[in-house]
C-alpha cells in the first residue's frame, strides 16, 4: 500500500455546530451510514500500521520536505527575510521573536498574518522529532503560507521568575507577560508592516496548540484579535497543561464564538472533538487525523494531504474576514 493511499484512508474531516450535530465517529456512523465503508477502510489501515507489527511504522521523518524555512538572523526586517528582533518595552532583556516578510511583500499593501506559538523545548522521541522551545524552532507558519503572502511572526511564551526576563522554553511562563507582549507585538508589526489586523490566525503545535485557547481566548482583550485558529497536536479538555486555571477551558473556549478552528493531530483527533462536544459549545470547528505517529509539525513542509487541507482551510479564513 503507497504512501498516498495509507494517507488518503486515514485522513477525515468533520465539521460541527453543536451537541446534536455528528461530530464523533459514533455520532457519523449513526447519522450516515454510508461514512461506515470508509471508516472501517482507515480502521482496517490504523490496525495495520499501528495495532501490529506486519508493516512497518510510518514516519513522518522519512517524508521529503519541498520547503526550507528560512534562518533567523539579525538586522532589519526586508522582504524574503526571517530576523529576530524585540518588540519596544522589553528592550535589555532576553525575550526575542521571530518576524518573516515575505518576498512579495511592500509597503504600500496589507496582508493577513500568521502569529505562531511552539511546543515545548526538551522533547525528542524515538522516531527522531525534536522539540527545543525556542522561537527560532517554528516552521508550521512558513510551511501554510509556503513563505508568501503573510506576514509570519513567532511569539514567545515569556518567563520573568527567576530573572531576568526571558523567552520561556517549558510552558506558559508568565502567562500576563506572554500575553502583553503578544497584543504589543501584534499591534506593531501591523502598523509598522502592514499587517491587517482583521486577518491574524493564531497557529501552534502541541504547546502551542493548547496556547490557541489557553492564552489566544484567555480572556476578552486578546481573545478578539484573532479572525481564527489552528492547532496542531493537543488542545484544551484533551490534554491537562500546569496551569492553576487549566479546568476553565470550556469558559475560554466560549470566547471563539463563530470564528473557525482547525485541529488536527497525529493518528486520531476523537479525544478534542469528544471533549469539545461535552461542551455544548457550537462552532466552527474543523478535525483532520494525521495518519503518522509523529509529535511533530514537520509536516507543514512536506507534500502530504494534511498541508493541503490546512492551506485550504486558511485560505477560507483570511477571505471570510468577521
Given at each position: 500500500m503507497g504512501y498516498d493511499r495509507v494517507v488518503g484512508c486515514v485522513q477525515r474531516r468533520r465539521r460541527y455546530r453543536g451537541p446534536d450535530a455528528p461530530g464523533l465517529v459514533n455520532a457519523t456512523l449513526h447519522h450516515h451510514p454510508s461514512d461506515m465503508h470508509r471508516f472501517s477502510i482507515a480502521a482496517i489501515v490504523l490496525l495495520g500500521l499501528w495495532g501490529g507489527h506486519a508493516l512497518a511504522q510510518p514516519n513522518l521523518n522519512n517524508v521529503p520536505a519541498d520547503l526550507v524555512?528560512?534562518?533567523?538572523?539579525?538586522?532589519?526586517?526586508?522582504?524574503?527575510?526571517?530576523?529576530?528582533?524585540?518588540?519596544?518595552?522589553?528592550?535589555?532583556?532576553?525575550?526575542?521573536?521571530?518576524?518573516?516578510?515575505?518576498?512579495?511583500?511592500?509597503?504600500?499593501?496589507?496582508?493577513?498574518?500568521?502569529?505562531?506559538?511552539?511546543?515545548?523545548?526538551?522533547?525528542?522521541?524515538?522516531?527522531?522529532?525534536?522539540?527545543?522551545?525556542?522561537v527560532e524552532g517554528g516552521v508550521l507558519g512558513y510551511g501554510l503560507s509556503a513563505g508568501r503572502g503573510f506576514l509570519w511572526l513567532v511569539l514567545p511564551f515569556v518567563e520573568r521568575d527567576p530573572a531576568p526576563t526571558r523567552n520561556a522554553v517549558k510552558w506558559w511562563g508568565d502567562i500576563e507577560e506572554t500575553k502583553r507582549y503578544c497584543l504589543a507585538t501584534v499591534r506593531d508589526v501591523g502598523r509598522r508592516f502592514g499587517g491587517d489586523p482583521r486577518r491574524v490566525v493564531l497557529v501552534g503545535f502541541s504547546r502551542g496548540a493548547i496556547a490557541c485557547t489557553y492564552l489566544g481566548l484567555h480572556?476578552?482583550?486578546?481573545?478578539?484579535?484573532?479572525?481564527?485558529?489552528?492547532?496542531?497536536?493537543?488542545?484544551?479538555?484533551?490534554?491537562?497543561?500546569?496551569?492553576?486555571?487549566?479546568?476553565?477551558?470550556?469558559?475560554?473556549?466560549?470566547?471563539?464564538?463563530?470564528?473557525?478552528?482547525?485541529?488536527?493531530?497525529?493518528?486520531?483527533?476523537?479525544?478534542?472533538?469528544?471533549?469539545?462536544?461535552?461542551?455544548?459549545?457550537?462552532?466552527?470547528?474543523?478535525f483532520v487525523d494525521f495518519p503518522f505517529p509523529n509529535h511533530s509539525a514537520r509536516w507543514a513542509l512536506c507534500d502530504v494531504p494534511l498541508r493541503q487541507t490546512a492551506r485550504a482551510w486558511l485560505q477560507r479564513v483570511v477571505r471570510e474576514k468577521p
Open positions: 524555512v528560512p534562518v533567523a538572523g539579525s538586522g532589519a526586517p526586508a522582504p524574503g527575510l526571517r530576523v529576530r528582533a524585540t518588540t519596544a518595552g522589553w528592550e535589555g532583556t532576553g525575550v526575542h521573536h521571530t518576524l518573516y516578510l515575505p518576498p512579495d511583500w511592500r509597503p504600500e499593501i496589507s496582508l493577513p498574518v500568521i502569529v505562531e506559538y511552539v511546543g515545548n523545548g526538551g522533547y525528542a522521541n524515538r522516531l527522531g522529532d525534536l522539540s527545543d522551545g525556542s480572556d476578552d482583550e486578546i481573545a478578539q484579535l484573532w479572525c481564527g485558529f489552528l492547532a496542531h497536536s493537543h488542545f484544551e479538555g484533551e490534554f491537562k497543561h500546569p496551569a492553576p486555571d487549566q479546568a476553565a477551558w470550556p469558559e475560554r473556549l466560549r470566547r471563539l464564538g463563530p470564528r473557525p478552528l482547525f485541529v488536527s493531530q497525529e493518528v486520531s483527533t476523537a479525544k478534542t472533538a469528544a471533549a469539545i462536544a461535552a461542551t455544548s459549545i457550537a462552532g466552527d470547528f474543523t
